[in-house]
């Protein structure tokens, strides 16, 4: 999975590994992952956003909410309408 985005939305915040790594932790402790501390996550996370990462899904998701972003879904058989003028 190519995570260069990732790492280029870690630079435009202002990012490195550890101050991910701390945001992602806060998400996985949210939702009752009590385990997911820093020092448990962090060759985790430095392997899931390297160019050999191959994150889950659900870590995926954590690591762009921890960056402040959202995953959008486009379905191809969707038409786009235009409302108003």
Same mark, same amino acid.
């Given at each position: 999975? %190519? ?9 435009? $915040? /202002?990012? %490195? =590994?550890?101050? =991910? ?9 949210? *939702?009752? %992952? *009590?385990? #997911? ?6 060759? !985790? $996370? #430095?392997? #899931?956003?390297?160019?050999? /990462?191959?994150?889950? $899904?659900?870590?995926? !998701?954590?690591?762009?909410? #921890?960056? %402040? /972003? ?5 379905? &191809?058989?969707?038409?786009? *309408? &235009?409302?108003? /003028?």
């Amino acid at each position: 999975m %190519d995570m260069s985005m990732i790492r280029e939305r870690m630079e435009e $915040l /202002g990012l %490195d =590994l550890a101050a =991910l790594n701390r945001r992602y932790c806060e998400i996985r402790q949210a *939702k009752g %992952d *009590k385990s #997911a501390t820093p020092v448990n996550r962090r060759n !985790m $996370l #430095a392997k #899931a956003i390297s160019d050999d /990462g191959n994150p889950t $899904l659900e870590t995926f !998701m954590d690591i762009i909410a #921890a960056l %402040d /972003g959202e995953v959008l879904v486009q379905w &191809k058989s969707t038409t786009l *309408k &235009k409302f108003g /003028g």
